[in-house]
């Protein structure tokens, strides 16, 4: 009987080019399917439900795939995790029913960003944050977020436009400590880069480039120019993808 099977991801993402396979190099995806193959004896395809790019983390990437085998999930966790590189991680698999696919049916996803502010950074951070030594005001970075939220064409955001630019972010959420800056965003999808580009927005708002008042007409202009710098890929993380 065809089983449909999902599983809950976690992966450091800097030694890789991104979740999807690439004749460029190591993908998140072809170690986790070359070791499924490898343990089931079949081909197979995964989908995941989120395409992340080159030196993205995940604590929450899902995936599924289909096989027809009997093996037990809790065996097949256990193979899996003893055979993948030590920097991904299966945290969870469950049977799905046939029709779960875990792009078409998420209903939310959320990416945390991580950044390290001050002169300097403690080196084991640097894989998974991103420094920025220039100060920052909190309060308007907090008020550009609040333009943000909503359903917006994000042209400005993206680095590759789509014929339908159009998402909505369910909420931005802020945290700052002395020397640490944590970037909640949650939305329905995102389009490629735009997480880290809204980032670059709101940095370049805290130091002044930017004002949060520019954010409307940065919006409506559908520019990518007019907006902040694409930060960069190692402070991302895909916190969790959320279903009905």
Excluded at 127 to 154: I, Q, R, T
Excluded at 195 to 218: D, F, H
Aim: charged share 25%.
């Amino acid at each position: 009987m065809k089983r449909n099977v999902k599983l809950i991801l976690a992966y450091e993402g800097t030694a890789y080019l991104g979740w999807q396979k690439t004749a460029m190099g190591p993908s998140i995806e072809q170690e986790l399917e070359k070791v499924l193959t490898q343990i089931l004896r079949h081909p197979l395809h995964l989908q995941a439900a989120s395409r992340t790019d080159a030196g993205v983390h995940a604590e929450g990437q899902v995936v599924n795939f289909f096989t027809e085998t009997d093996i037990s999930l809790e065996r097949l966790q256990k193979s899996l995790n003893g055979l993948l590189p030590p920097d991904i991680s299966v945290l969870k698999m469950e049977e799905a029913p046939e029709s779960f696919h875990p792009t078409l049916n998420s209903r939310r996803k959320e990416y945390h960003y991580s950044v390290c502010l001050g002169p300097t950074q403690l080196p084991f951070y640097r894989n998974f944050s991103w420094h920025f030594s220039y100060p920052v005001h909190f309060e308007e970075m907090k008020k550009a977020a609040d333009h943000l939220k909503g359903k917006h064409d994000f042209s400005a955001f993206t680095n590759e436009k789509q014929e339908d630019n159009v998402r909505e972010i369910f909420d931005i959420v802020l945290e700052m400590t002395s020397d640490r800056l944590k970037i909640r965003v949650s939305g329905n999808n995102f389009l490629y880069k735009m997480v880290r580009n809204i980032v670059g927005t709101l940095l370049y708002v805290g130091c002044g480039k930017i004002t949060a008042e520019q954010i409307p007409a940065i919006l409506k202009s559908q520019d990518r120019t007019k907006a902040g710098v694409t930060a960069p890929a190692q402070g991302l993380v895909l916190k969790e993808v959320f279903y009905d």
